[in-house]
Each structure stands twice: as C-alpha cells, then as structure tokens.
C-alpha cells in the first residue's frame, strides 16, 4: 500500500476514475497491525483497485469528513466520492475484507 501524506494528494487520487481503496489506520492501533498481517494476499488479488493507506492521527481531518470513527477502515473513492465504507468492526478478518470487496466489483 501507498502512503498517502497530504490532503492534496488525497483529493487528487480519489478524483480519478480509478476505484482506490483507502485504508484508514493509526500506528498505535492492534487492529491495525493485525489487518497488515493478512492485507497482502488480497491486495495482490483484487487489483482492480489502487491501494493506499492513510493515517488518520496525521491527517483527523480527513477521518472526519469521511465519517472514519474506527479503524482500520477501508474506504473506497472513485471520482471524488465515497462509494463504499468497510467499518473498523467489520473489518478484522481476511474473511469480512472481501466480502466486502466482493460486493464493490
């Protein structure tokens, strides 16, 4: 996954008609560090997206726009709206992350 470090370098990959997928994390969060464990295998499965990662500790406001109260997240944009929104309850296991995806395609 790509960091992502600005606003500005957000607003401009999400205004693409590309789907990105934007995984919204803190470095202190266990669940996060979880989601790492597993996100590989599926981001290399479903290519279909741009994958990017955000933290939300650098950039809250961000996080506030998109309605982001838990993480990790996983947020899917597609010229410059939010199509999809995976909640940080819903997203602990390889299992529910693509399902999710699986229902974006």
């Keep these: 996954m790509k960091p992502i470090t600005t606003v500005e370098q957000f607003n401009e990959l999400i205004s693409t008609d590309q789907k990105v997928l934007v995984k919204f994390y803190a470095g202190w969060c266990p669940d996060c560090t979880r989601m790492n464990m597993f996100i590989d295998p599926i ?3 479903y ?13 809250p ?3 506030e726009k998109y309605d982001v109260m838990g993480i990790p997240s996983l947020l899917i944009f597609q010229n410059g709206e939010k199509l999809a929104h995976l909640h940080s ?3 602990k296991s390889p299992e529910q992350v693509t ?3 699986k229902t974006q395609i």
């Design 89 to 91: 309850a819903n997203a």
């Design 43 to 45: 981001i290399e499965e």
């Design 61 to 63: 406001e961000l996080a």
């Design 47 to 59: 290519t279909q997206f741009d994958w990017y990662e955000l933290n939300r500790d650098e950039l």
């Design 99 to 101: 399902d999710f995806l």
